[in-house]
């Protein structure tokens, strides 16, 4: 039997803003990938450059961190048990200083708390090891076009509610909301359909893109930081629930 082997191109051992290269296409998105094992990252790095978007690579969490507040990317995709910083205090970090640049956790264990504390720490997404790559290309998909929305009204109203969708601000009252990019994402989407009940298959496939495999609560995970921050100052609840249905943005 025949054996090739494959040597794939030498990997850069870290990454700093000072030698970082951009050939950037206005019209492309771009995408830092922070990950330790350097020959999964080279393969998720071809994957999302055949895909026509530019890509980045960090190989630990301090030099992904850095990287992220210098060059501002489109999209961040955070390993697990990074070196230097946890991709969870990266998530911490950025939302402390209002930073909403998307982020993916790829995560080595399936466990529902690990997901719901990546959730909790700012993550938009996640996703399990081993995946299909298909699979995460159509979540980077879906979160570009949530936070790049094209062809659209730039603001929405609803009550004491305003969303502006180039500025990515949202009022109540008059008092700006500090939203997470999923956050600001889902209620765009309750608010571009105020007073209809939708179900949470609905949910799922305009806000996250995919099908949610799995008994995970992410949507009344975010239906809950929603209520949250919406009700903070006592204000009136907006976002109802609708036993077996879903959802509806009413007053």
Not at 31 to 51: D, G, M, P, Q, T
Not at 81 to 108: F, K, M, Q, Y
Request: proline share 4%.
């Amino acid at each position: 039997m025949l054996s090739v082997e494959v040597e794939l191109p030498t990997i850069t051992e870290t990454l700093t803003p000072e030698n970082l290269s951009f050939a950037r296409n206005p019209m492309t998105a771009h995408i830092l990938l922070v990950e330790s094992e350097k020959n999964f990252a080279r393969c998720v790095e071809l994957e999302l450059s055949c895909e026509g978007y530019g890509v980045d690579v960090a190989h630990d969490g301090f030099t992904g961190l850095v990287t992220t507040r210098e060059v501002s990317p489109d999209l961040l995709i955070l390993g697990a048990s990074l070196p230097g910083i946890s991709e969870l205090d990266i998530c911490r970090r950025l939302r402390a200083t209002h930073n909403i640049v998307p982020i993916i956790v790829l995560s080595e264990t399936n466990e529902p708390t690990s997901c719901i504390t990546s959730l909790d720490a700012g993550a938009d997404d996640y996703l399990t090891k081993p995946f299909n790559f298909g699979e995460l290309l159509a979540r980077v998909r879906a979160l570009l076009r949530r936070t790049h929305p094209e062809n659209t009204p730039d603001h929405l109203t609803f009550h004491d509610l305003q969303l502006n969708r180039l500025s990515r601000k949202v009022y109540r009252g008059g008092d700006e909301l500090t939203l997470t990019a999923k956050e600001f994402e889902l209620l765009d989407y309750l608010m571009s359909h105020a007073e209809q009940v939708v179900s949470r298959d609905q949910i799922l496939a305009a806000v996250w893109g995919y099908d949610f495999a799995g008994d995970t609560n992410v949507i009344e995970v975010y239906i809950r930081y929603l209520r949250n921050k919406l009700e903070a100052n006592n204000s009136k609840r907006l976002i109802h629930t609708v036993r077996g249905v879903g959802y509806v943005l009413r007053k």
